[in-house]
């Protein structure tokens, strides 16, 4: 199998951290990990560049790691802090000389459709991003000869989708996960898995919550992502997590 590169461009919440106005322990700190911008992955495997969730900060995020190339930008939800940076896609679409594929659940390109009306125009303004469209059910896909199981996650009222490339799989805003679907994640080397708080939230695990998830999937190694200020500082929680589990921090890097 071939190795799958991934490099966490956020691992933050939708107010990322430091939150705006926000005088807490967590915001003040002066540890680089307890900087989180909204989260995000970017994915190599096969040759091919994929991105997941094109947040506020995409635009940093991008040029922090100096990416220079993406064949698809695949999405797991259609909120704002997944969504509000896809005008800037636009870099790509110069680069390459090509529109950027766009991977999502209906509801997801609606979405996008509103957000970014000027993007699908017909007649279309110079300059606008160049998109290709495809949409994608909790069904088995490929891009460019890559195979991605999506596994459908609930966040709060909303069905989204979290994905597995070969042994690596990311889940991301989720407070419920089936049976049949923690299935789909079973055998994965590495498993990334949101995490908001220590205390309970309606639309996202809590930290118990999610190592309760990792213990039934069984992964070599798992991520904890999109956490908030109130999670606490890097260092405290990851002090308190077992051997094979760790906090992500913007700018990782993992093979599998």
């Known amino acids: 199998m071939s190795p799958i590169q991934v490099t966490f461009l956020g691992t933050g919440t939708s107010q990322g951290i430091p939150m705006i106005a926000c005088d807490c322990e967590v915001c003040r700190s002066h540890d680089p990990r307890d900087k989180r911008l909204r989260v995000s992955v970017h994915i190599e495997t096969q040759g091919k560049s994929f991105i997941i969730d094109t947040g506020p900060d995409f635009r940093q995020q991008i ?20 969504t509000a940076g896809m005008d800037d896609i636009r870099g790509f679409n110069y680069a390459q000389k090509s529109s950027i594929p766009l991977y999502g659940q209906k509801n997801v390109i609606d979405q996008l459709k509103r957000e970014f009306a000027y993007a699908f125009d017909e007649n279309k303004y110079p300059g606008v991003p160049e998109i290709e469209v495809h949409y994608i059910e909790n069904k088995p896909f490929e891009i460019e000869g890559v195979s991605i199981i999506p596994i ?73 992502t999109h956490l908030s200020h109130m999670m606490g500082l890097h260092a405290e929680v990851q002090a308190e997590l077992p051997d094979h589990v760790f906090l992500a921090q913007d700018g990782l890097k993992i093979t599998i």
Do not use: C, M, Q, W
Request: charged share 30%; glycine share 4%; net charge negative.
């Open 63 to 82: 040029l922090r790691e100096g990416i220079k190339h993406v064949d698809a930008v695949i999405y797991t939800h259609e909120h704002k802090d997944h």
């Open 152 to 224: 459908k996650v609930r966040h709060y009222f909303i069905d989204i989708l979290g994905f597995r490339f070969g042994d690596f799989t990311y889940i991301t805003d989720a407070n419920f996960i089936s049976d049949e679907e923690l299935e789909k994640a079973k055998g994965s080397k590495i498993l990334v898995i949101n995490a908001l708080r220590k205390t309970t939230h309606v639309s996202h695990f809590t930290l118990s919550e999610a190592l309760d998830v990792i213990e039934k999937i069984k992964p070599e190694k798992a991520y904890i």
